[in-house]
């Protein structure tokens, strides 16, 4: 009987009926997982896009903190090199850049070349307005050197010009600071006076007899004796000589001790008055010298305070500055390791997530594999003891061996889903 009319016959019988179960049940394990194997693939791709959006994100927010980080870096920066710089002591690494006002000459001047060349400062210019927050949209220089590489390394680089060699060395912050203040005020020598010789006055009787109060007294009763002589006629007598004499030694001796006394009197008032005078010059010169020198040295003192208080207070400053940029590169650093451990994580939670998604859908396809092979179990079992089969599938026409292409039909490589691979970090 031909093949395809036995088909008919065949399938009346019970060993018909349980083959034709066997093969619904095969149909329904592979569409069952097939569908298995899609939901599983959707379900990864939307495994890896969460992770991905999330990376995304938290890249975005550390790349936010580092351009918020920005200024405050640099400004440490240029603190800590203007700090070096007031002490003479160098640069702060090979190849650091340089605070402003102290590049090295013969280096590019990036800055420069945003100024000469408009359309890369018309490119710069588009992103910073774009909001983009990486080192390209918000340093400048970093952006020129892209620039210029991008552009095929072909246009001028300006330079910072050369140093004039005949220039005088930089003052250190010390050196400045002496300037500022000045030189101590000189002050002279202190004034000195004669201290006036004392008066000693000559009181002899010799000294009294010459002085005109004598010489007056002496003539003008000599005048007197000689009127009243002659007028009694004896002018020239003894007794008018005798008279004249004792007259002149009686006035000397009365007379001389008032003179003495008045000659010693104001001699020492005149040595009072010159003492006195010297003692108030003395005094008002040495007030004048030392008032002048206070004055000077107060005011010299008070603008060596004044800067040196400013040069503590900006070198202070300076130093609160650098602490500040020191604190900003810790924060960015903290949030570079917390995006890092964040991305690790995440990473790991992907690759988990993944893992789980794979045993099952392993777990799915072996489950279908197995029903597959429990149904054609029991059309076998369907077909055992039945006459001309020898206990396999004999089709009418056909020999026993033909069974073997059930067994093929339900190859666990047709059930199991593809595996996606995990994507590697990128940070």
């Known amino acids: 009987m031909p093949l395809v009319a036995a088909i008919p016959a065949f399938l009346g019988t019970s060993a018909g009926a349980a083959t034709v179960s066997a093969g619904a049940g095969l149909v329904g394990a592979a569409y069952s997982s097939s569908q298995a194997n899609k939901a599983a693939g959707r379900q990864?791709?939307?495994?890896?896009?969460?992770?991905?959006?999330?990376?995304?994100?938290?890249?975005?927010?550390?790349?936010?903190?580092?351009?918020?980080?920005?200024?405050?870096?640099e400004g440490g920066y240029a603190a800590l090199d203007q700090i070096l710089a007031d002490y003479q002591l160098g640069s702060r690494a090979p190849g650091a850049a340089a605070a402003t006002g102290q590049s090295q000459a013969g280096q590019t001047d990036w800055n420069a070349y945003l100024q000469q060349n408009p359309d890369a400062m018309a490119n710069f210019q588009e992103l910073q307005a774009s909001g983009r927050t990486d080192a390209l949209a918000t340093d400048p220089i970093a952006f020129a050197q892209n620039h210029y590489q991008a552009d095929g390394a072909r246009r001028p680089l300006p330079t910072y010009p050369a140093a004039d060699p005949n220039a005088p060395a930089p003052l250190t912050a010390e050196q400045?600071?002496?300037?500022?203040?000045?030189?101590?005020p000189t002050y002279g020598e202190r004034p000195t006076f004669?201290?006036?010789?004392?008066?000693?006055?000559?009181?002899?009787?010799?000294?009294?007899?010459?002085?005109?109060?004598?010489?007056?007294?002496?003539?003008?009763?000599?005048?007197?004796l000689n009127a009243a002589f002659g007028a009694k006629g004896i002018a020239g007598s003894g007794a008018a000589g005798k008279a004249f004499i004792d007259y002149g030694q009686n006035t000397a001796a009365?007379?001389?001790?008032?003179?003495?006394?008045?000659?010693?009197?104001?001699?020492?008032?005149?040595?009072?008055?010159?003492?006195?005078?010297?003692?108030?010059?003395?005094?008002?010169?040495?007030?004048?010298?030392?008032?002048?020198?206070?004055f000077a040295t107060s005011r010299f003192d008070t603008n060596r305070g004044y800067q040196t208080g400013r040069a503590d207070k900006r070198t202070n400053d300076l130093f609160n500055i650098a602490g500040m940029g020191q604190g900003s590169t810790n924060f960015t650093n903290q949030a570079g390791q917390t995006y890092a451990a964040n991305a690790s994580n995440a990473y790991q939670t992907n690759a988990n997530n993944l893992s789980s998604i794979y045993g099952q859908q392993a777990?799915?396809?072996?489950?279908?594999?197995?029903?597959?092979?429990?149904?054609?179990?029991?059309?076998?079992?369907?077909?055992?003891?039945?006459?001309?089969?020898?206990?396999?599938?004999?089709?009418?026409?056909?020999?026993?061996t033909q069974a073997s292409s059930y067994a093929a039909a339900v190859s666990p490589s047709l059930y199991r889903g593809p595996l996606t691979t995990m994507p590697q970090p990128r940070f």
């Open 194 to 224: 004669d201290r006036p010789g004392y008066i000693n006055p000559d009181v002899s009787i010799n000294a009294f007899q010459a002085s005109p109060d004598y010489q007056y007294r002496l003539d003008t009763g000599n005048r007197n």
């Open 254 to 294: 009365a007379e001389y001790g008032n003179w003495r006394n008045y000659v010693t009197g104001q001699t020492d008032k005149t040595n009072a008055f010159n003492s006195d005078a010297f003692q108030s010059d003395r005094a008002y010169g040495t007030g004048v010298y030392d008032a002048d020198r206070g």
């Open 44 to 73: 990864i791709d939307a495994q890896q896009q969460a992770t991905e959006q999330t990376l995304a994100l938290q890249r975005q927010q550390y790349d936010t903190t580092r351009a918020d980080q920005a200024p405050f870096r």
């Open 363 to 400: 777990d799915n396809n072996a489950s279908a594999f197995g029903q597959a092979i429990g149904g054609v179990q029991s059309a076998f079992n369907a077909f055992r003891g039945t006459p001309g089969y020898s206990g396999l599938p004999a089709l009418p026409g056909s020999n026993a």
């Open 176 to 184: 400045t600071l002496q300037q500022q203040i000045g030189n101590e």
